[in-house]
């Protein structure tokens, strides 16, 4: 194995630099050249591809984003487009790819390595929706960039005893919701996994300024609801409360990494490159029990499901339930 | 001077707690009481008042929002509800009051005052929009959060070649969307103050994207529209970008007070406590060039209004465009 | 089950207050009464408890130190001093007791727990240092507090080519050091769990600049050894480089919890309320794998040591070696 | 003016990169090209020169560090050294000069001057020692970096109810100290342009502590004296106090830039492209009550001092004096 490529694909996620670093030097270690491919698969198809040495990414370790871009390109489904990317590899004597982003981004390198072209995935999505992993680069950033946006309402919540319903990312997973509102301490929790009754949210939080909370907060997983919608059924159950919706949005997907992003975003890079030179394609990377682990791609995603730290949930359901 | 109660009414602001605790201290300084009382003119009116320490406010100092609370009471217009304020005041034998807040909230420190009991205001909001003074309490923090989640957002536009457009709290003056703007470097900034053709925009940020840039953004206050109705009257002129809008919202409002604000808040403070103990009332104090300076409640509200530093505006206009 | 008490002692965590509140909520859902002790188990000896409810510890949660205080009490390990402290608590009406701390905090559990006063121990120091768990509290926010304070050296260290040397906390354990030291990328990790050569350091150094990095940075935990005779030792070896000496020292110590101190932190506090009320007593928590685990406080403190995560050493080691 | 040369020389400070990306548009705004000189005016006389464009520059504008690195270089107060400079400025058709840095850099840029090539100056410098100007790009990083530090170790303060003193940078200016220690509500200020009494900083402290404070701040400016020594001369006119000592060092320098230093930097950016196209040269800028102001090199630096923050100490002083 003499040169690999790395790519990202679909939403940035921080850690993703951390990951494409460690590619970049575990490479060197080997003696094997890393190749950036920028825009994810759209660069493939296209040859983008540029030499990455390490000061190419010393600084972009620390940083949010990716520096190799990222782009959508549904059109990778379609076997003739596969087929140009495997032939601009090939003509850049390239030998194994690493293909950083979520799921679907590892369908492409899944059809890569069915083509003979070996291809391996690392689970980087600020969502943490990624079957058999229990962790995804870019999660923990994300709670804590959620987390100290929610502080920071807090303040204004408590200083005029309002009710705050924060909306925070997560079409089909929970998990921002759930890590953010624990430690957050919120009322309640709303998540698309679990069913809820507005009647029992209203109860918590009437509950906790009984016991002298001066402020509440509930946070809301986007999946369930748009937050304007939320805070008017709310309000509707609960007129006598000052009542406050925030959508996070963008905000909680950039931002210089966490400490955990980057530390399991270079574990799984380095093991990437260990994986290509052992042979190994066609599987994709993950953290279970703080340790790395290995899914094969066509087996994982299409029987398994993610789940959700229902624990978790069910702590803060109970903590604020009398 | 035996006794002195502070209050902070309207919007919190960061830094606001700094403030009360410079009262109390400078109060303890000159061996004068300070009462704190809660939820700004409704307590004063309520007499919900509760001696302040050291003890009290010394880990205050550094948190977000106000631990004297607020409220929103228009009432206090009314002459009956000033008497009994009034009274109250009198009862508790409290010889002076310090306001924290913006400028309707210095004219129920006026209104006192002409009763015959004197009252100095502090401005605190995070809008910056007093007239004579150039520095508001927890403006410099608004302006801090605003710019990281700018920096946070340009993350994501940069790694998808976005333009972002970015709303920031200012109804009537855009401070907070002309310094965050300038130090996120926005391709331009959109303010109430001053008139904007949409064209005009779309040039700076194509000719941004000649240049080499990877991103943009746009900030924009609040007063001069919604970000969803901007951002679709922007794509249509710009169909070729991929735009998206964020509402900071809440987040801006909230969070530790930087060291200017805490520094302002400081200095002002305990000015308040010498001005009363010199006899003055009816004022407010503000920063003019970095230093105090003190303003006639009744003169300066009616007559001059807040100057935006148009020369910052110029500044980011000139250095957009080509 | 009617009362329980909490106590924190030994060094402070961020984290710790989550725990408390955790206590504090968990309690109040199965209808228990929590009362603080203050000052750890001085405070136990003296009787200086205080009841907690959900207005003492809401704010606390996301604050940095232990609002129970903490302090050093050598003569716990008295008999006649622990009978004091069991009197104080049947005295109170207390039937249970949780302490966070370090493992010689738990040894004063223990001992309780013989004398027939059922306690249970939360792991809290920033160390990571205690046998069986995984994870301590406050760990996440030190190796996130010790990163921060790195990245911004990292500044200097590469706008003026610079090699330093940054000591951070770890008198037995190296795991601050390898987490932070993995995350900001450093060209080597110094531990006292494994030997090194200073050559070898030395050389990694070199290796990273020809390779075109424009700084360099080497993390040691201070059981190893003083930064300033460090730096003077590699300075020896390496004339051509400008190094430079800083220790993190306190400013690891502090600050907000990050979102995986506070979470584990509720897990733990919440968990141990039920542990007590299961009628389990001379235990202490811990994480492993991302669950809630339970180890006796006699068997584990006594066999078992702390595991370093080896395989993040050797992860670093790969990566900057040639 | 068809082209204009940028450097940074001296410590690094966060917002030097925003003041080059200011040149560098300012200098397109008007179809000047920029060119950044590498490593200070080492890299002037050896030709070290690139040209910068807007791709260059945009991100760096929210780094700390300077992009364009720095070098000591004493040689440059040699004559014939200056005029090697002279001679590559001319032979790569540079018509001007843009110095960022602090007092002694300027002297540079004078020499330069009276050898017949424009250059100007722009304070860059975290200690905010340069007369005239009331602000230096970096010091409001500085105080912002230096207070977050403090606000971390006074958690741990109040958790084990510790005196700390804290030693910031300063080795003449004690601006650092003032802004840090104001903000963060020390009990004490020592700085080098104001003597002190240890015995009145014990007393000091030991009022807070009666006045209820659970713990007790005092920020030393390095150029007092080193804070090991401070403390062993305190602990032993303090015996009941626990005290401990930390010194922040180069965690004060580095760090993204605050919205402060990013829109000053941009504004004297700016300000020295328009400077150079009128004709000035031989001046550098400043900021004085808020407003650009500009200020002969020779004159200033000769005669003027930097003027402390007096009202801030005094501030200080009233406020912790019993």
Redesign the interface.
Known sequence: MKRIAVL?SG??A?GMN?AV??VV??G??HGIEVYGVYYGYKGLVEGDFRKL???DT??A??????ML???RFPEFAQADIQKQAFDQLKKADIDALVVIGGDGSFQGALALTKLGFPAIGIPGTIDNDIPGT?YTIGF?TA???A?E?I??????A????RT?VIEVMGRHAGDIAV??G????ADAIVIPENAYEMEDIVHRVRQ?RE?????SLIVLAEGVSNVDDFVEKYQALAAEQEV?G??????Q????P???D??YA??MG?RAVDCLREGKAGIYLGI?????AEFDIIDTLSKAKHKLRQ??FI?NR?????
Not at 246 to 251: A, D, G, Y
Not at 253 to 256: E, I, S, T
């Open positions: 990202t939403g940035d921080p951390a670093r460690a030097e575990q060197a270690h040495e390490s000061k010393q600084h370790l620390k940083l949010g984003g990716t871009y990222s782009a229990e923990d709670v804590s960039s987390l946006a502080d920071r309402i807090s303040d204004t408590a200083s005029h005893n705050f890590w953010a624990v430690a957050a301490g906790g016991r002298g909370k001066d402020y406050r925030v959508s996070l949005s963008h905000i997907r950039g931002g210089m966490t400490s955990r980057r530390v270079t574990l380095a279970q029990g703080e340790q790395l624990d978790l702590l109970d903590l604020t339930q009398r």
